[in-house]
């Protein structure tokens, strides 16, 4: 089946095409017939892309001011007899769509009916920077094509499984039960998919493993997956918490946000900038958020940059402990996301000297990873196994929505929690 996966932030829509069935994905033979993006939302010369395998890249150059009009424009560049891959709107068969927060509402992904919407609408209170524009592009979309399921597939819902001891804050319990303060965790999609992946590398089922799974792009997190199951992820509350990112700072003294309030002449908004937007690789190296340029900056000896990089590695190895014992044992450790996938380097600084662990590093295989592919970079035979797995948060978007459709996923599922109410 032929399923569009859409993915809308505040001035873009993202989408691909992608054709995959319950047998494509048991065979990982899903296909990406198209990929694109609509960008600059809103202004004059906003953009469309779209990248067909083995042809060149189109671009269109238009008007596009809201994101009904910029799906409108997919829809026509999918069908387009010279650039498109459909030969008619009518084959696409199944629309999934990227929502970042699923609150406690949304333990899996789910067909998209009013009331799904409805709820979605709830979690906005929770997301207000992504959830709206989430939700505008799922109601353009059900109402640009009618005739086929629309399918939700949430960040948050993989870490639903969290027992209350890992997402409930050491607060005020009101502030839980009041205004729904506790962990909720991201990039659920991305550590579902690379542990399932993960297993199916070691040729292993993946209730027999504790995998720790590091998404490490301009966002990091991290996962510790038991059997399947997410039982504690590093952001909380928002993407903030947990790792050094490339402009997040990660985990903090709590104290410090007012302290800064008070001793520096910053506003909250501001400060919330600079948490956000100023601090992590980029407010540590004063060099850049990226870390290539991080890299390049202490291989010639900036001091700074290569502060930047140790603190970000520590960060992780402390977590491959702290999940470890969360889980009462460890089988692999996978690394993805831009990082993660790309870097030897941070991987081996990581990982470094944890043979007391079972961690042993394949110098060779970890220096020599072939890009985009998925392989194993520890020693043959060590008792912790390391991975790099490409993630791919669209076909995950679009497996979903296969096997919900194909009844293989409850098809509304409304998370239960344990903690005291
Ligand atoms: P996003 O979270 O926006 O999806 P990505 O997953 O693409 O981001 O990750 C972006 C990060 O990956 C950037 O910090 C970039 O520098 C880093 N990256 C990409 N390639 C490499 C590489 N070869 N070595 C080190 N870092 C890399």
């Given at each position: 089946?032929?399923?569009?996966?859409?993915?809308?932030?505040?001035?873009?829509?993202?989408?691909?095409?992608?054709?995959?069935?319950?047998?494509?994905?048991?065979?990982?033979?899903?296909?990406?017939?198209?990929?694109?993006?609509?960008?600059?939302?809103?202004?004059?010369?906003?953009?469309?892309?779209?990248?067909?395998?083995?042809?060149?890249?189109?671009?269109?150059?238009a008007?596009?001011?809201?994101?009904?009009?910029?799906?409108?424009?997919?829809?026509?560049?999918?069908?387009?007899?010279?650039?498109?891959?459909?030969?008619?709107?009518?084959?696409i068969?199944?629309?999934?769509?990227?929502?970042?927060?699923g609150?406690?509402?949304?333990?899996?992904?789910?067909?998209?009916?009013?009331?799904?919407?409805?709820?979605?609408?709830?979690?906005?209170v929770l997301?207000?920077?992504?959830?709206?524009?989430?939700?505008?592009?799922?109601?353009?979309?059900?109402?640009?094509?009618?005739?086929?399921?629309?399918?939700?597939?949430?960040?948050?819902?993989?870490?639903?499984?969290m027992?209350?001891?890992?997402?409930?804050?050491?607060?005020?319990?009101e502030?839980?039960?009041r205004?729904?303060?506790?962990?909720?965790?991201?990039?659920?999609?991305?550590?579902?998919?690379?542990?399932?992946?993960?297993?199916?590398?070691?040729?292993?089922?993946?209730?027999?493993?504790?995998?720790?799974t590091?998404?490490l792009?301009?966002?990091?997190?991290?996962?510790?997956?038991?059997?399947?199951?997410?039982?504690?992820?590093?952001?909380?509350?928002?993407?903030?918490?947990?790792?050094?990112?490339?402009?997040?700072?990660?985990?903090?003294?709590?104290?410090?946000?007012?302290?800064?309030?008070?001793?520096?002449?910053?506003?909250?908004?501001?400060?919330n900038?600079?948490?956000?937007?100023?601090?992590?690789?980029?407010?540590?190296?004063?060099?850049?958020?990226?870390?290539?340029?991080?890299?390049?900056?202490?291989?010639?000896?900036?001091?700074?940059?290569?502060?930047?990089?140790?603190?970000f590695?520590?960060?992780?190895?402390?977590?491959?402990?702290?999940?470890?014992?969360?889980?009462?044992?460890?089988?692999?450790?996978?690394?993805?996301?831009?990082?993660?996938?790309?870097s030897?380097?941070?991987?081996?600084?990581?990982?470094?000297?944890?043979?007391?662990?079972?961690i042993?590093?394949?110098?060779?295989?970890?220096?020599?990873?072939?890009?985009?592919?998925?392989?194993?970079?520890?020693?043959?035979?060590?008792?912790?196994?390391?991975?790099v797995?490409?993630?791919?948060?669209?076909r995950?978007?679009?497996?979903?929505?296969?096997?919900?459709?194909?009844?293989?996923?409850?098809?509304?599922?409304?998370?239960?929690?344990?903690?005291?109410?």
């Open positions: 089946m032929k399923v569009l996966v859409l993915n809308c932030g505040s001035s873009s829509v993202k989408f691909q095409v992608i054709e995959t069935s319950l047998e494509m994905i048991e065979a990982n033979a899903d296909l990406t017939l198209a990929r694109g993006a609509v960008e600059k939302i809103g202004l004059s010369d906003s953009r469309l892309s779209l990248d067909v395998p083995d042809r060149k890249p189109h671009q269109e150059i008007e596009i001011l809201e994101h009904r009009a910029a799906i409108e424009r997919v829809l026509k560049v999918l069908v387009n007899p010279e650039h498109g891959v459909l030969g008619n709107v009518a084959e068969e199944a629309v999934g769509h990227r929502v970042v927060h609150g406690e509402k949304f333990a899996s992904s789910v067909l998209v009916n009013p009331e799904v919407e409805a709820m979605i609408e709830e979690c906005v997301a207000p920077l992504h959830n709206p524009h989430n939700l505008r592009g799922l109601t353009a979309a059900r109402s640009l094509l009618p005739g086929v399921p629309h399918i939700a597939v949430f960040d948050t819902a993989f870490h639903q499984s027992p209350p001891k890992a997402f409930v804050y050491g607060l005020p319990y502030l839980y039960t205004q729904a303060i506790r962990r909720y965790g991201f990039h659920g999609t991305s550590h579902r998919f690379v542990s399932i992946r993960t297993a199916n590398l070691l040729r292993r089922p993946i209730e027999d493993l504790r995998i720790v590091c998404h792009g301009n966002g990091c997190s991290m996962a510790a997956v038991d059997r399947g199951h997410s039982v504690d992820t590093s952001m909380g509350f928002t993407p903030l918490e947990g790792l050094l990112m490339g402009t997040r700072c990660g985990d903090l003294d709590a104290a410090i946000v007012p302290w800064v309030l008070a001793m520096e002449e910053v506003t909250l908004a501001q400060l900038a600079m948490l956000n937007k100023h601090s992590g690789l980029y407010g540590v190296s004063g060099v850049s958020s990226d870390m290539r340029e991080i890299e390049a900056a202490c291989a010639t000896g900036n001091k700074r940059a290569c502060l930047a990089l140790d603190i590695c520590y960060r992780i190895r402390k977590y491959v402990g702290a999940y470890a014992a969360a889980m009462g044992g460890l089988d692999a450790v996978t690394f993805t996301g831009g990082i993660g996938e790309n030897p380097l941070i991987r081996a600084t990581t990982l470094a000297g944890m043979d007391f662990f079972g042993e590093l394949d110098e060779d295989a970890n220096r020599n990873a072939p890009r985009g592919k998925e392989v194993l970079v520890s020693r043959p035979g060590t008792r912790v196994a390391v991975a797995i490409p993630t791919n948060e669209e995950v978007i679009a497996r979903d929505t296969v096997r919900v459709l194909g009844g293989v996923m409850p098809s509304f599922a409304v998370a239960g929690t344990d903690a005291p109410r």
